[in-house]
């Protein structure tokens, strides 16, 4: 008898799905999974915005752009891409670019001249010792390699203009005073052909800045 009243009410409850605990919390989990979906936002652009107008959200997007291999392509190749297989509109194409970009966290050092890469540090040196150790020829040849790059340009205490002579790609070093014994170097090689020259000059600039330290203390 006791089981066939819990019976009943077992049935009464999937009967009446809107009074049934289960069933509310169902609907909560897929309501909050839908609306987690739908506001996703990349690059500026909504899920539901693309959706319309591409017929495509943003995991189908990121889905089709991985299986393309989109993690080692460049950001005019990725855009490309889209252009030639799946869609005919060069603003979405960019767009659509920016937002898988943004979600793998591609790296944005692409400029109309190449790749580019940048090395930042806070040296404890003054800004006038820090200028000359790149622009004068005995100090340099301490910590960097000479027959690779010759200078084009120095503004004192300001700059010093760099080119790669294997490949003619640029380098461009920027001193920043930041107290009577600190000084920040930025440095930015450009006009790189590939991510792994990209690669192999960021963590070059990185070894260097580090054999400059040593020197200068």
Not at 28 to 37: C, D, G, V
Not at 63 to 82: N, P, Q, V
Not at 120 to 135: D, Q
Not at 179 to 184: F, H, N, R, V
Request: proline share 1%.
């Amino acid at each position: 008898m006791q089981y066939s009243i819990f019976s009943m009410i077992i049935a009464i409850l999937l009967k009446n799905q809107d009074f049934c605990p289960i069933f509310w919390y169902n609907n909560f989990i897929l309501t909050m999974r839908n609306k987690n979906e739908t506001s996703t936002e990349l690059g500026g652009v909504t899920n539901d915005a693309l959706l319309r107008a591409t017929n495509k959200g943003w995991e189908d997007w990121i889905a089709l752009l991985d299986k393309a291999g989109g993690k080692t392509m460049l950001h005019k190749d990725i855009s490309r891409y889209l252009y030639v297989n799946h869609l005919k509109n060069a603003w979405w194409c960019q767009m659509i670019t920016v937002g898988y970009e943004q979600a793998k966290g591609l790296d944005k050092s692409e400029t109309p001249e190449g790749l580019q890469v940048s090395v930042s540090k806070i040296l404890p040196v003054s800004l006038t010792k820090l200028h000359e150790a790149f622009s004068e020829t005995n100090t340099r040849r301490q910590w960097l390699d000479e027959k690779k790059l010759i200078i084009t340009k120095s503004s004192q205490n300001k700059s010093i203009r760099m080119r790669w002579s294997d490949d003619d790609s640029r380098v461009t070093a920027e001193f920043i005073k930041k107290g009577d014994d600190k000084t920040q170097v930025n440095i930015v090689h450009s006009k790189l052909e590939t991510k792994k020259q990209a690669d192999t000059r960021k963590k070059y600039w990185k070894e260097k800045i580090s054999k400059l330290e040593s020197i200068l203390k």
